[in-house]
């Protein structure tokens, strides 16, 4: 287990993490430990823009997310969330992470 999913452990049991390293791009996979229903979406969104956000605040603006992918159809503010991450968030994905 790599330092930051140990961290990310400490700060939420609501998504656990794991990082995927392939060439010079790290993505951050997330999954679901235990049923959320109804608040499934929310807590997924509002978990992993926290996590976008203090990767964009500790790394200076050096470390770019480039996509947030997240696991469900495009909710109706899909705009408002690609405000928020700042970043293109595709509408269908397989789970939710950040590259």
Not at 1 to 9: I, V
Not at 27 to 42: M, N, Q
Not at 60 to 89: I, K
Request: charged share 10%.
């Amino acid at each position: 287990m790599q330092p930051m999913e140990r961290c990310f452990l400490v700060c939420t049991s609501l998504l656990s993490v794991q990082m995927v390293v392939a060439g010079p791009h790290t993505r951050l996979v997330f999954s679901v430990p235990h049923p959320l229903g109804d608040i499934r979406v929310p807590v997924m969104e509002a978990v992993i823009l926290t996590i976008k956000n203090l990767i964009d605040h500790v790394t200076l603006g050096v470390c770019q997310v480039a996509t947030v992918s997240l696991p469900f159809a495009a909710p109706a503010h899909v705009v408002l969330a690609r405000e928020l991450f700042a970043c293109e968030v595709p509408t269908t994905a397989t789970g939710p992470a950040l590259r």
